[in-house]
């Protein structure tokens, strides 16, 4: 009787945890969060003490949950609330709200110093989040913070309160913090200070940034300055190989690299992730020089990237500010920096561009270009082309890969490299991969009926197509409008795409292996993938890059390289397809390696679709 007892008690006290915990992160739901937070403020405060009340909303956990499923998004909130309670342990009262809100009151602190070093704290947990299979870099938080005894003591009041700071952070921006002040019932706010720190370096941020330098060119009319905007380049790699702790470690070393190069009146702030802005005074072209080259080999230097093995490289765009163009306030001028830096990130290397106006007409004519090419979309002027493949093995045609044009009414046929990479970078590549999906599903609607051989169809898909969001339904949606069995297509990814932000590329193409599309990587050796990067991916078919062809064949080193990609994809079931074959030399040689796929101008040129039965039929 004592142990059913027992038992019964044992029960109902699991069941008061559980009523009392939030079933999905583990620590407090709202209702207990009140309750202790309110019994703590009534009973258990420390003498001279104060309490910081923390709101915390993420931001971007809907695109994650678009992008990567449901589950992903309650890894995150998981994996916040596990780093939350780990960090804070006892020092905090920690409990969910609701979807992407936190609260926290920070226990028994003793000045406003202490609450920024503990906020700071909980902003880069939400910051430095590391999840497999889960691309958490565009995720960031907003922190409103009310101050007990001050603005209240009790949740009721501390809660209003820390709300009005969070939507008031906001306004500044991602990863920015607030703490209430009575000003902020008004519709002119006071500006409270630590929503002009960057909560990583603790300099000024962009906002303050523009500010000071407004005021700063105002104060001195007749001085000049320059205005640089840089990044580093593939820094990402730090954070992916080493973790983001150790990514803000060297952010904050390059941070004091550059700071420590400026005097009182000139000024540095970290605009995002990993660019800066800087501010400086202009003496003459010999000082700007020295100057830059003193801080590039300085972050060139830093011991720790030695150690790392990585060698930093800077994309840095700048303008010189006088009297001729001062005049046009803090934000054009800035506009003209990006525009530098935007020209600079092209160049290989560490690179360095100043602003002048033939960068403004060359955006200019880039526009119009793209103006263009949106009306070419409307009038169906881009046509879709097709390559055969050859299978050198079964001796005959097997594939072929879709290719675009655009059939311009002045110029003519304007080849893929003229307007492909204008379309990449001003976001409506997308756009272009679906028109051509679109018209190759038509076509293959019409010749499975007439064609029960039909080849298959390798469609290429940019990096940017596939990381939108909703990216596999619109793909599902244009396909099964049309009845196309999914194993006539195939998905043609370059090979830069799996670098870049492998873990979401990754986790999009086995969604696609999952519905019955084939996946091709494009371009492979152009890049920096190893056979052993290989293993890992959802590849299918295997493009070799023809420019790594055409020198391997007079190329003993390059040759030995095909013949053991060759060897290694078969090994592990992985189809090649050898690109650029124009001559019989070069067939002859993929011949005696195992290379079962051939295309290029050898077997045929590009052709419009409707052309390519025909082309086959008579091929001898």
Not at 87 to 110: P, Y
Not at 404 to 430: A, M, T, Y
Not at 463 to 484: A, F, G, Q, S
Not at 536 to 553: C, N, S
Request: hydrophobic letters at 35%; charged letters at 25%.
């Amino acid at each position: 009787y004592a142990h059913n007892i027992t038992v019964q008690k044992n029960l109902e006290l699991k069941l008061l945890n559980q009523a009392e915990i939030d079933e999905m992160t583990g620590i407090y739901n709202k209702t207990t969060l009140k309750t202790k937070i309110n019994y703590f403020l009534k009973n258990e405060l420390i003498c001279n003490s104060i309490q910081a009340f923390c709101l915390l909303n993420l931001n971007c956990l809907k695109l994650i949950n678009d992008t990567f499923g449901h589950d992903a998004g309650d890894k995150v909130l998981k994996y916040i609330a596990g780093k939350l309670k780990k960090t804070l342990h006892s020092q905090a009262i920690i409990g969910r709200i609701c979807g992407d809100e936190f609260a926290i009151l920070i226990k028994n602190l003793k000045n406003n110093e202490s609450i920024n070093s503990k906020v700071n704290t909980v902003c880069n947990i939400c910051k430095n989040i590391n999840i497999t299979g889960v691309d958490t870099s565009e995720l960031s938080c907003n922190i409103g913070i009310a101050i007990s005894p001050t603005h209240g003591t009790s949740f009721e009041n501390l809660y209003k309160k820390a709300e009005k700071a969070l939507y008031y952070a906001k306004n500044f921006g991602r990863n920015k913090i607030s703490i209430y002040n009575s000003s902020m019932n008004n519709t002119n706010n006071n500006l409270n200070p630590m929503v002009f720190l960057d909560s990583l370096t603790g300099t000024i941020n962009f906002d303050k940034f523009r500010e000071d330098a407004s005021i700063e060119m105002e104060r001195n009319p007749n001085q000049s300055f320059v205005l640089y905007y840089a990044d580093i380049k593939q820094f990402r790699y730090i954070n992916d190989c080493y973790g983001y702790e150790t990514g803000d470690y060297i952010l904050k070393k390059i941070s004091k690299i550059i700071l420590d190069e400026l005097n009182e009146r000139e000024l540095f702030s970290r605009i995002v992730s990993n660019t800066f802005i800087v501010l400086t005074i202009h003496l003459n072209k010999n000082n700007l020089d020295n100057r830059l080259s003193q801080v590039l080999n300085n972050i060139r230097n830093i011991h720790e990237l030695q150690t790392l093995e990585y060698t930093p490289e800077v994309s840095l765009g700048y303008v010189i500010i006088n009297s001729q163009n001062k005049y046009l306030g803090i934000n054009r001028l800035i506009d003209q920096a990006m525009l530098a830096h935007k020209n600079a990130k092209k160049i290989e290397g560490t690179s360095v561009i100043q602003y002048s106006e033939l960068l403004e007409e060359k955006e200019r004519t880039k526009y119009k270009v793209i103006r263009e090419i949106k009306d070419a979309i409307v009038k169906k002027e881009i046509c879709t082309f097709v390559q055969p493949q050859y299978d050198v093995i079964k001796q005959k045609f097997t594939g072929m890969e879709a290719l675009v044009r655009w059939h311009h009414p002045e110029k003519g046929l304007i080849p893929p490299n003229d307007f492909i990479p204008i379309c990449e970078e001003h976001g409506i590549i997308s756009e272009i991969d679906f028109y051509v999906l679109e018209q190759i599903c038509v076509y293959l609607q019409e010749k499975i009926i007439t064609n029960p051989n039909i080849l298959t169809v390798a469609i290429n898909q940019s990096r940017k197509t596939i990381h939108k969001p909703n990216y596999i339904n619109r793909v599902l949606e244009t396909v099964d409008k049309y009845k196309i069995p999914h194993h006539l297509i195939e998905f043609e990814v370059t090979e830069s795409a799996y670098i870049t932000n492998n873990a979401k590329t990754v986790f999009i193409l086995n969604q696609l292996k999952d519905h019955g599309f084939s996946i091709s990587m494009d371009d492979f050796g152009s890049g920096y993938s190893s056979l052993n990067f290989l293993k890992d991916m959802p590849v299918d078919v295997l493009k070799i890059d023809r420019l790594f062809l055409k020198a391997g064949i007079n190329d003993f080193k390059l040759r030995a390289i095909i013949k053991s990609i060759v060897t290694m994809a078969h090994e592990i079931d992985i189809t090649l397809v050898c690109e650029g074959v124009e001559t019989e030399e070069q067939l002859k040689f993929l011949e005696e390696i195992g290379c079962e796929v051939a295309q290029g101008y050898y077997f045929a040129k590009p052709m419009p679709v409707a052309d390519v039965e025909h082309f086959i039929k008579t091929f001898k």
